[in-house]
T-cell receptor, first 110, second 114 residues
Framework: QKEVEQDPGPLSVPEGAIVSLNCTYSNSAFQYFMWYRQYSRKGPELLMYTYSSGNKEDGRFTAQVDKSSKYISLFIRDSQPSDSATYLCAFSQSSYKLIFGSGTRLLVRP | GAVVSQHPSWVICKSGTSVKIECRSL??????MFWYRQFPKQSLMLMAT?????????EQGVEKDKFLINHASLTLSTLTVTSAHPEDSSFYICSASTDRYEQYFGPGTRLTVT
């Protein structure tokens, strides 16, 4: 079993749709949960960062963590064409090392 | 704030030569810098972690004699790919951190070895 599972997509939605991106993980020692956005041929950009179960909201983005199910989600409201990118989930224990998912490609159609 | 730059953004080199990639934190001092490698349509894989003035810590399977990392200051780390081969062609990304969990990524360097 992989440590992190993430559907590669691509996920294609119309502009204005609500997008749901998900990752599952197997390592119960993960304490920190992150979502990064990566545009083509660019470095990842940190979107959301949380360390507890529950929801965290930042503008159009909501991160959700369910430690009991080992499942995290990122919701994007009112999606825009500029949101088209690859979204990477990332996890960390009490160390520097980040474990990344393989990324989900999102395409928001105008 | 928290801007990280990389240079060059793209480099082509011949097999057998060495290539140096620079990573700089522009507006903050980074206690730790990280080097990742990303193959097309794959995720980032951590290669090594470096602290200023210390030897880098390499991940399992990464050849430390092939990928030389120098962290000369709190704002600069370099990755040198020695005796490059076509299989080393990849996207190399650095990140910098002031604490353990938030990492700020550079824009990446695309290396093509011919």
């Amino acid at each position: 079993q992989k440590e992190v599972e993430q559907d590669p997509g691509p996920l294609s939605v119309p502009e204005g749709a609500i997008v749901s991106l998900n990752c599952t993980y197997s390592n119960s020692a993960f304490q920190y949960f992150m979502w990064y956005r990566q545009y083509s041929r660019k470095g990842p950009e940190l979107l959301m960062y949380t360390y507890s179960s529950g929801n965290k909201e930042d503008g159009r983005f909501t991160a959700q963590v369910d430690k009991s199910s080992k499942y995290i989600s990122l919701f994007i409201r009112d999606s825009q064409p500029s949101d088209s990118a690859t979204y990477l989930c990332a996890f960390s224990q009490s160390s520097y090392k980040l474990i990344f998912g393989s990324g989900t490609r999102l395409l928001v159609r105008p | 704030g928290a801007v990280v730059s990389q240079h060059p953004s793209w480099v082509i080199c011949k097999s057998g030569t060495s290539v140096k990639i620079e990573c700089r934190s522009l507006d903050f001092q980074a206690t730790t810098m990280f080097w990742y490698r990303q193959f097309p349509k794959q995720s980032l894989m951590l290669m090594a972690t470096s602290n200023e003035g210390s030897k880098a810590t390499y991940e399992q399977g990464v050849e430390k004699d092939k990928f030389l990392i120098n962290h000369a200051s709190l704002t600069l780390s370099t990755l040198t790919v020695t005796s490059a081969h076509p299989e080393d062609s990849s996207f190399y990304i650095c990140s910098a951190s002031t604490d353990r969990y938030e990492q700020y990524f550079g824009p990446g360097t695309r290396l093509t070895v011919t």
